[in-house]
């Protein structure tokens, strides 16, 4: 049963004529894709096959999710931007100065300017903001941002745009194309702050991504991850799942043309670890967290968590 | 588990059981704390840096430099400067317990030890009175009030619980919500207090005291009074209209 709807989601293609055929057809697959969500995560780490990975509601083999996540990723990077808005009715904007004016980047009196990584950060969305912050609130105009990110089309988004910022020169940031998992142009003990904002759940390994921040980090160096988690409100998260699978997919066929995308999108959100899952990776990492280790946004529609290396 | 090595999983399992909250309470075996080693140091830094900088975040950025962590560092503590204050809270209302045995010994009533733990409860707020007015501001925030409230509740609770409190009745109620009430105006008092040694704090705490303990007897007395002229004004009234 599980399989048949995960091929179903999966192998249906983009239709655009006869809306009211395509709802209903939303409508049955949605009432499916929820109740198998119910059960997602223990079937699948049961009954997935070894070698295997998860791509949505898919098992996909390890090796060729990295592919699938670069295809959904290259697909968007142009709409990126409307597809956050879509995706979290424009909130995510708040969510990310939120998270900015937490971690609070800058050089203080009597310290050093910092180096910061910002891992799947292609379009620069957070590294711009993280510059902003210190220069405008620390006078800080040496603090620097390495972006890193898989997919080269997201990171030319962000080259595009930073040129048309104070930050064009380079000097203060740079690109690179980097595998989160490995960080190879990354040396050992090198970063203060390693930032990751919704990116960390398209990871095909997140334990060795993980380990690779831990790697990087100066110890006192801080991992900071804004993600999309699970709601803890059950009557707000019922009307956030019928939200999540029946408009989001639709926007994302009426305003990119792309369905399959967002369908991806939506269902890696489900499968993604809810929040005391994901702070325990983090400890089991060697990061130490305080409290509970993470912080809800929205009910835990989006969850920050923060772990420092000791 | 065949070789002998727990497994993983069984590892973690065992570690949140320890880790997890207790289901009962134990007068032998006390909740482990929730700070870990690192972050007492770090907590404990800062504090020293309040009395310049107060509270604020840049006395924990300076905390954690002491400790030789990052800057950034900081960030870790998800609440900010509300974290190194409700560390403080939580750090001297169990440092109480340790000063029971020289209370038993030196006060008599229970009145009289609840009395005096309030007194060395309030002196751990001495080092930096002049910027607990600060403390204070962020603990009324609308994110922290809640926290702060408990806090005070787990206070008096335990102010009550080692002067040796008995009651079982309603009176536990009003005993701990009277204690919080004159617990945080007596510290509210304390911030503008120059006397020397705070004696007109402590003066302050006995009259508030001394308020509480009429306002259960005017409490008592009304009580009665209006039982009474009740009970009256309706016999009277079936009296009135049994005659026709």
Request: hydrophobic fraction near 40%; glycine fraction near 6%; include cysteine.
């Amino acid at each position: 049963m599980a399989s048949k709807i995960a091929r179903l989601a999966g192998s249906r293609k983009s239709r655009l004529p006869a809306v009211f055929q395509q709802q209903r057809v939303n409508r049955s697959l949605s009432y499916s894709a929820t109740r198998l969500v119910e059960n997602a995560d223990s079937e699948s780490a049961i009954k997935r096959p070894q070698g295997t990975t998860h791509f949505g509601f898919k098992d996909v083999p390890e090796s060729e999710k990295e592919t699938l996540v670069g295809e959904v990723f290259s697909s968007v990077a142009k709409s990126y931007d409307i597809m956050n808005d879509v995706m979290s009715l424009g909130i995510h904007r708040l969510w990310k100065d939120h998270f900015v004016s937490k971690i609070d980047p800058g050089r203080r009196p009597g310290g050093e300017p910092l180096s910061i990584l910002d891992v799947a950060g292609g379009t620069g969305d957070i590294a711009f903001r993280m510059l902003d912050w210190a220069s405008e609130v620390h006078n800080d105009h040496q603090t620097k941002v390495l972006v890193t990110d898989i997919n080269a089309d997201m990171l030319g988004e962000g080259k595009k745009r930073s040129l048309s910022t104070k930050y064009a020169d380079g000097s203060r940031i740079s690109f690179l194309v980097q595998n989160a998992e490995v960080l190879d142009s990354v040396p050992d003990d090198s970063q203060d702050l390693y930032t990751v904002a919704f990116g960390i759940r398209n990871f095909t390994n997140i334990p060795a991504a993980l380990k690779s921040a831990h790697r990087v980090l100066k110890p006192g160096g801080v991992f900071a991850c804004l993600e999309f988690s699970k709601v803890n409100f059950s009557l707000f998260d019922m009307i956030y799942q019928q939200y999540s699978f029946n408009v989001i997919p639709m926007m994302g066929q009426l305003i990119a043309a792309d369905r399959d995308s967002y369908q991806y999108l939506i269902e890696s959100i489900q499968r993604f670890p809810d929040q005391e899952t994901f702070a325990q990776m983090i400890r089991d990492a060697g990061f130490e967290t305080s409290g509970s280790g993470y912080e809800n946004l929205t009910m835990g529609i989006a969850a920050i968590h923060i772990g420092v290396k000791v | 588990m065949s070789s002998g090595r727990f497994s993983k999983a069984a590892i973690r399992a065992a570690t949140q059981l320890t880790n997890s909250p207790r289901l009962y309470h134990s007068l032998t075996h006390l909740p482990p704390s929730p700070y870990t080693a690192t972050q007492i140091r770090i907590f404990n830094s800062a504090l020293n840096h309040v009395p310049d900088h107060g509270f604020v975040k840049d006395s924990l950025v300076l905390g954690c430099r002491d400790q030789g962590y990052l800057d950034s560092t900081h960030a870790v503590f998800h609440n900010g400067v509300f974290d190194l204050i409700q560390y403080h809270l939580y750090n001297e209302r169990t440092r109480l317990a340790s000063l029971k045995e020289v209370i038993d010994l030196e006060e008599n009533s229970p009145h009289d030890k609840a009395r005096r733990y309030c007194i060395e409860r309030l002196k751990a707020n001495q080092p930096f009175i002049e910027r607990w007015p600060e403390a204070l501001a962020v603990m009324g925030l609308p994110s922290n009030i809640s926290s702060s409230v408990k806090e005070l509740a787990e206070l008096s609770d335990e102010i009550w619980y080692l002067s040796g409190d008995k009651s079982s009745d309603f009176d536990w109620y009003t005993r701990r919500a009277s204690l919080s009430a004159v617990y945080s105006t007596t510290e509210l008092y304390m911030t503008q207090d120059n006397s020397p040694d705070f004696n007109n704090t402590w003066q302050f705490l006995d009259r508030q005291l001394a308020n509480v303990a009429n306002l259960k007897t005017t409490l008592g007395s009304t009580s009665t009074w209006v039982a009474f002229t009740g009970m009256a004004s309706l016999n009277l009234l079936k009296s009135q209209l049994a005659r026709g």
